[in-house]
C-alpha cells in the first residue's frame, strides 16, 4: 500500500476550532484542495436527545464499493476510484462555548494526489458560485450559447484552471434551470407562467384549450404591448401555420402586422395541435376576443381550406387574401415543365402580381394562357381561378392591405424563431423565447423611432412644398417610399381632360408606357383619386396624384391623405394612455436588474484597479470589507424574512383553500423521427432538394407525418 503524505502543505488541523457545519466544511475542503484530493461526508453521531455530538469528513476515495449484481448490465461503464484511502478528519461539539474542534484528523493518503494544473477537476473544489450562476443564466438567456458562456468566464480569469468548474458542470447548471422552468409538468409550468404574467400586466391574455384527459391541444397568448400595437397596426394580418419549433410537434401560429417603420410586429402567437377547421374557429374568436372585438381590414393566409372555413365563419367581410409565394410553389408542383417556360411564367405573374388594371384585361390574359398552353380543363388552374379573388391585387385594390403579397412577412418572424429554437425545446422555453424576441423587435421599433425624431434627412431638411411635408410627418421608411412616388411622378405626362370649376380631371400616362389613368381633383373639399387605388391599398399617395398636386402648386399633402399608421406619432395618444402607464412596469425579475446595474457600475473600478498591484491591493481589501458587510445584512433580512413568515403562517384548509384544482397535463408527445422544426416544404421544394443530392450520393427516405387526432374542449 502507498502512504502518500502531504509534503508540502506543513498545516496540522487538529485541534482547530469553528464556529457553524459548513465552516467546518469549507476548513477541510480547502485544505483538500491545496494538497489535492477531493472531499465527501462521513457520518453524524446523535446523542440520545438526537442532538448531534460528531460529524466527520473523508477523502473521496475512502472505502470500497460494493459489489454489484453481474446480471444487472449498467448503462455506463464507471470507473473504481476508491482505494480504501484512511486520510479524515472529525469534528466534536464543545459544550462549553458550543463550538466544533477537530478531535481526530489522518493526513496520509494511499493514492496519488492531484497536480496543481489538476486541482480545478476535483468534484469537492467545483462549485458554481452564485455570482458565476447570475453570469450564466443572463448570457444563456441572451442567445449566447453555454460553451461560449464558459468561454467567456474563463477569460475573465486567466483560464479555465481558475473558473472553479468545468465546462461539463456548466452545461449542467443550464439543464438544471430548464427542467426547474418546467418541474410542475411543461404544460402546467407554462400555466403558471401565463398567471404570473397576467399578475405582472393586468392586459396581458391568455386561454388554453384541453382534451377530455385535461392535456393541452391549443393554446394561445398575447402581452399588453401586442393589444397596444393591434390597435395601431391591426388594419393587416398575417397569419401562417408552417412552423413546428417543439418536442411535441405542434404547430406554431405567430399573428404578425407591419408598423409605422415597415417592420414586423408581433400580435400575439398561439400553438395547434392539428390545423382542422374547429381548431382555427377557436383560435380566431380567441384572438378577436383578445383585441377587443376590433377585426383587421384584411389577413394574410397560406392556402388551407380548413383555415379558410375559420375566417369566413369568424371574420365575415375581411379581405381575406392568399400568399403568392405559396401559390408560385403550387404552381410548380401542378403545372410541371409548363412553370419553367418564361413566357408561361410572365402571363401567369401578370395575373398573380397584380399587374392587370381591369377585370377585363385579367380575363383576356388568363384566356389567353389557357389556350396557348393547352390547359383548358386543368383542375388545379380551375381551382385557382375561383379563388382569384383572394390572390389577385386587382379585386382588393379599394381595400387597405399595406400591399403586402405574401405572408413572407410571417414566414420571416418565423425563420427569427427557428434560429433560437430547437425541436426539443419545451413550450415554456419558447414562451421565454418569444418574450425575448418580442423585446428585441419592440428595442428595434424604439431606436427607429429615435432616429425619426432627430431631424430630417439633410437633401429635404433645406427645401420646401410637399416632400418637406412628408419628411416631417412619416418615419424614415415611409418617406423614402413616399419619395420615390413623388420623384417618378416627374417623369409622369398629363393633361387635364375636363373642369366644371370645382372637379378637375386629368389623364396621365408614364414616360414610355402606354397605360392611362385617370385623377379627379376636387378643390372645393381637397379631395383627390386615382384609378390606380394605391391610396386606397397602400394608405400613400401615387405619383400620379402627387404630379397632379404639385402641378396645382400644393405645399402640403392634404391631411385626409396622411394615414396615421404610416407617420411618426402613430403611437403617440395609445401610448399616453392609461395601457402605456401599465406597460412601463419591466417583467424581469429585480435581482436580474440589479445584478446588472451592480456590474456595469463596478466595471470600470475593477478595470482601473486591476493596473497596478497596489490598486489590486486596495480593490481586494475593500471587496472583502463589502462581502463581509453583505453577509451580514444577508443574515439579518433573512431573518426578519423568516419572522414575518411566520407570523403570517396561514392554515389553507381552514380558511378554504383547495388544492384539488387539476393540473394540466403535457399535450401528446407524438413527433416522429425525421421531422424538422423548419418551416414546412413544399412537395416541389423536397423534390429539388432531393434531386440536388442525387447527383453526389443516393438519399435516404424520410419517414412520413403521422396523423394527429385529438378531441378539444372548453
Not at 382542422?276 to 394574410?300: N, R, V
Not at 385626409?560 to 402607464?581: F, P, S, V
Request: net charge positive; glycine share 4%.
Amino acid at each position: 500500500m502507498i502512504v502518500n503524505r502531504v509534503e508540502n502543505i506543513d498545516e496540522d488541523l487538529l485541534g482547530r476550532v469553528v464556529s457553524t457545519e459548513e465552516e467546518a466544511y469549507n476548513l477541510y475542503n480547502n485544505y483538500a484542495t491545496r494538497v489535492g484530493f477531493s472531499v465527501r461526508k462521513g457520518q453524524k453521531r446523535y446523542n440520545t436527545k438526537k442532538v448531534l455530538r460528531q460529524f466527520s469528513y473523508l477523502c473521496s476515495k475512502e472505502g470500497f464499493r460494493l459489489d454489484s449484481d453481474p446480471s444487472e448490465l449498467s448503462k455506463v461503464s464507471k470507473l473504481e476510484t476508491r482505494t480504501g484511502c484512511k486520510a479524515s478528519i472529525r469534528f466534536a461539539f464543545q459544550d462549553e462555548d458550543d463550538t466544533w474542534k477537530v478531535s481526530y484528523f489522518v493526513p496520509e493518503h494511499n493514492h496519488e494526489l492531484a497536480k496543481p494544473e489538476e486541482r480545478q477537476f476535483l468534484r469537492s473544489n467545483r462549485k458554481v458560485s452564485d455570482s458565476n450562476l447570475g453570469v450564466i443564466k443572463t448570457m444563456v438567456g441572451a442567445g449566447i450559447r453555454t460553451t461560449n458562456t464558459y468561454s467567456y468566464l474563463a477569460e475573465e480569469v486567466g483560464g479555465s484552471q481558475n473558473v472553479g468548474f468545468t465546462k461539463r458542470d456548466c452545461y449542467n447548471v443550464v439543464n438544471k434551470e430548464k427542467m426547474a422552468m418546467i418541474e410542475a409538468g411543461d404544460a402546467q409550468s407554462l400555466m403558471n407562467l401565463f398567471k404570473r404574467k397576467q399578475a405582472e400586466d393586468p392586459m396581458f391574455f391568455y386561454t388554453v384549450q384541453v382534451d377530455q384527459e385535461n392535456r393541452m391541444t391549443n393554446f394561445f397568448w398575447r402581452d399588453g404591448r401586442s393589444r397596444i400595437d393591434y390597435d395601431c397596426f391591426g388594419d393587416v394580418v398575417v397569419f401562417d401555420t408552417t412552423y413546428r419549433t417543439n418536442r411535441y410537434n405542434m404547430i406554431c401560429a405567430p399573428f404578425v402586422g407591419v408598423n409605422h417603420h415597415w417592420k414586423n410586429v408581433l400580435f400575439g402567437c398561439a400553438f395547434l395541435l392539428d390545423e382542422k377547421t374547429d381548431s382555427f374557429i377557436w383560435l380566431f374568436e380567441t384572438f378577436l376576443e383578445s383585441m377587443g372585438g376590433q377585426k383587421p381590414k384584411t389577413i394574410f393566409t397560406d392556402q388551407c381550406q380548413a383555415m379558410a372555413n375559420g375566417i369566413q365563419n369568424v371574420f365575415p367581410g375581411v379581405c381575406h387574401r392568399l400568399c403568392s409565394w405559396h401559390i408560385s410553389q403550387n404552381a410548380a408542383r401542378n403545372l410541371g415543365s409548363h412553370y419553367g417556360n418564361q413566357e408561361f411564367n410572365h402571363m401567369f405573374n401578370k395575373c398573380l402580381q397584380g399587374y392587370c388594371e381591369t377585370e377585363l384585361e385579367f380575363q383576356s390574359i388568363w384566356d389567353d394562357l389557357l389556350a396557348k398552353f393547352n390547359l383548358t380543363g386543368n383542375p388545379w388552374l380551375m381551382t385557382l381561378y375561383n379563388l382569384r379573388a383572394k390572390w389577385c391585387p386587382l379585386f382588393s385594390r379599394h381595400i387597405f392591405t399595406a400591399r403586402i403579397k405574401s405572408s413572407q412577412r410571417s414566414e420571416s418572424t418565423n425563420n427569427v424563431f427557428h434560429q433560437m429554437s430547437t425541436k426539443t425545446m419545451s413550450l415554456t422555453q419558447f414562451v421565454h423565447h418569444y418574450d425575448k424576441q418580442a423585446e428585441k423587435m419592440r428595442s428595434s421599433e424604439l431606436e427607429e423611432s429615435f432616429r425619426c425624431n432627430q431631424g430630417l434627412p439633410s437633401r429635404i431638411a433645406k427645401s420646401s412644398g410637399i416632400l418637406n411635408h412628408a419628411a416631417t410627418v412619416y418615419t424614415r421608411k415611409i418617406f423614402k417610399l413616399f419619395e420615390k412616388e413623388f420623384v417618378d411622378s416627374l417623369a409622369v405626362m398629363m393633361h387635364e381632360v375636363g373642369s366644371d370649376g370645382t372637379i378637375h380631371s386629368f389623364e396621365l400616362n408614364e414616360e414610355g408606357h402606354s397605360r392611362v389613368y385617370l385623377v379627379q381633383l376636387n378643390s372645393f373639399n381637397h379631395t383627390i383619386s386615382c384609378s390606380c387605388k394605391m391610396f386606397e391599398s397602400m394608405g400613400l399617395l401615387c405619383r400620379h396624384a402627387l404630379r397632379v398636386l404639385n402641378v396645382k402648386c400644393w405645399s402640403q399633402i392634404p391631411k385626409q391623405y396622411i394615414l396615421k399608421r404610416w407617420t411618426k406619432d402613430a403611437k403617440k395618444e395609445l401610448e399616453a394612455n392609461e395601457h402605456g402607464e401599465l406597460l412601463r412596469v419591466n417583467g424581469k425579475s429585480s435581482v436580474t436588474l440589479r445584478r446588472n446595474a451592480l456590474m456595469r457600475t463596478t466595471y470600470d473600478v475593477l478595470s482601473k484597479a486591476a493596473e497596478t498591484k497596489a490598486t489590486t491591493r486596495i480593490a481586494v481589501k475593500k471587496l472583502r470589507e463589502m462581502e463581509e458587510l453583505i453577509e451580514k445584512e444577508m443574515i439579518k433580512s433573512k431573518g426578519e424574512v423568516n419572522q414575518k413568515t411566520s407570523d403570517n403562517v396561514v392554515d389553507c384548509n381552514a380558511s378554504g383553500c383547495t388544492f384539488d384544482e387539476t393540473p394540466v397535463l403535457n399535450p401528446p408527445c407524438v413527433r416522429p423521427k425525421g421531422i424538422s422544426n423548419a418551416r414546412l416544404k413544399s412537395a416541389m421544394e423536397k423534390r429539388r432538394k432531393r434531386t440536388s443530392k442525387d447527383t453526389v450520393s443516393s438519399s435516404m427516405k424520410v419517414p412520413c407525418l403521422v396523423l394527429l387526432f385529438t378531441i378539444s374542449y372548453y
